[in-house]
């Protein structure tokens, strides 16, 4: 799978071409979870097949962290953060903390 890349604040942000998707995304939709447990478990043998497969070294695992810590960030920008201003809307904001919008 051939990755494009660009930097943006010094961060290499790869970016799947989209006649590469489905592919991935078939193999991703095949796949079902019970419970967090079953995702865990999953996605840690992701990363330990990539890391087996790339060598283990420094430069590898911090590769794989580097990409768990990106795929909990963007959940939060796209899922949680869209999530917490619906509730917001509907049951008002917590405290005095809140920054209005």
């Excluded at 939060?76 to 869209?82: P, W």
């Excluded at 904001?93 to 920054?99: A, R, S, T, Y």
Aim: aromatic share 8%; no cysteine; net charge neutral.
């Amino acid at each position: 799978m051939q990755l494009r890349a660009f930097v943006f604040n010094l961060i290499l942000m790869p970016y799947i071409k989209s006649d590469k998707r489905p592919a991935i995304d078939a193999i991703a939709d095949q796949i079902s979870f019970e419970t967090a447990g079953e995702l865990n478990y999953t996605i840690t043998r992701i990363v330990h097949q990539y890391v087996k497969r790339k060598g283990v070294s420094y430069a590898v695992i911090n590769e794989a962290v580097g990409v768990l810590e990106a795929v909990k960030l963007e959940m939060y920008r796209k899922v949680v953060a869209s999530y917490e201003e619906e509730k917001i809307k509907e049951n008002g904001k917590i405290g005095v903390l809140d920054i209005e919008k």
